[in-house]
C-alpha cells in the first residue's frame, strides 16, 4: 500500500522551464527527503527535512529548492531545468532507519 | 567517492538457483545495513535490513551475511523466482543518519 504519493508521474519540459513536484506522506513520519536516480539507477540524496531543519547536498545546484508547507509534505522546484537534470526524482519518508519512497516523478527535458 | 559498493552490476540465474549479491563498504562508524528492493517504475522498497552486532539475518528466502572484520556483506536469495527480478540496493548508515545507497545489482531471474 503506497504511503508516500508523489505527483505527476512523468513530466516532459523544455530548457530553461520551471517545474514542480509534489510528494505528501500519510505515514506521520518526522523526516522526508528528496533523492535524484540517474539513467544507471544510481541513487544521490538531494535534501533532507526534519522538524523544519534542511540538509543540502552540497552538490545540489542551487535551482533545485525544497519548498515545505508541512512535515507532511515536501515539494521540489526546479527554476530553470538542464538537460542533464532528466532522471527520476524520488521522494522519501523515514521512521528511525527505514525509508519509505513512492513511485518517482520522471524528468525529460528536451 | 563511492563508499558503498556492490557486485556484480547485473547478474542472471536461473529459477531456483541461488543469487548471490555483494557489498562492501568503507566507513567503518556504518552500523546498520539495509537492503533494498527496485522494480521498474516504482521507487524502492525495504526488504531485510542487519545491524553490525549480527553477522547472520534471515527472513524466508532472503539471508544477509555480513563480516564486520573486511566490511563486506552479501545478500543470498535462495530458489530465486521470475518475480524476484529486480534492482538490488544496499545501503549502511551510522547511528541513523543518512543512507548511503549502494551502485545496486539488476538480477535477472529466467524461468
Known amino acids: 500500500e503506497t504511503a508516500v504519493f508523489q505527483t505527476p508521474n512523468y513530466h516532459v519540459t523544455q530548457v530553461g522551464n520551471e517545474v514542480s513536484f509534489n510528494c505528501k506522506q500519510t505515514l506521520g513520519h518526522d523526516t522526508m527527503y528528496w533523492y535524484k536516480q540517474d539513467s544507471k539507477k544510481l541513487l544521490k540524496i538531494m535534501f533532507s527535512y526534519n522538524n523544519k531543519q534542511l540538509i543540502v547536498n552540497e552538490t545540489v545546484p542551487r535551482r533545485f529548492s525544497p519548498q515545505s508547507s508541512d512535515k507532511a509534505h515536501l515539494n521540489l522546484r526546479i527554476k530553470s531545468v538542464e538537460p542533464e537534470d532528466s532522471a527520476v526524482y524520488l521522494c522519501?519518508?523515514?521512521?528511525?532507519?527505514?525509508?519509505?519512497f513512492g513511485p518517482g516523478t520522471r524528468l525529460l527535458v528536451l | 567517492q563511492q563508499q558503498v559498493r556492490q557486485s556484480p552490476q547485473s547478474l542472471t540465474v536461473w529459477e531456483g538457483e541461488t543469487a548471490i549479491l555483494n557489498c562492501s563498504y568503507e566507513d567503518s562508524t556504518f552500523n546498520y545495513f539495509p537492503w533494498y528492493q527496485q522494480f521498474p517504475g516504482e521507487g524502492p522498497a525495504l526488504l531485510i535490513s542487519i545491524r553490525s552486532v549480527s553477522d547472520k539475518k534471515e527472513d524466508g528466502r532472503f539471508t544477509i551475511f555480513f563480516n564486520k572484520r573486511e566490511k563486506k556483506l552479501s545478500l543470498h536469495i535462495t530458489d530465486s523466482q521470475p518475480g524476484d527480478s529486480a534492482t538490488y540496493f544496499c545501503?549502511?548508515?551510522?547511528?541513523?543518519?543518512?543512507?548511503?545507497f549502494g551502485t545496486g545489482t539488476s538480477l535477472l531471474v529466467d524461468p
Open positions: 545501503a549502511a548508515s551510522a547511528m541513523g543518519y543518512k543512507l548511503t
Open positions: 522519501a519518508s523515514s521512521y528511525q532507519d527505514t525509508q519509505y
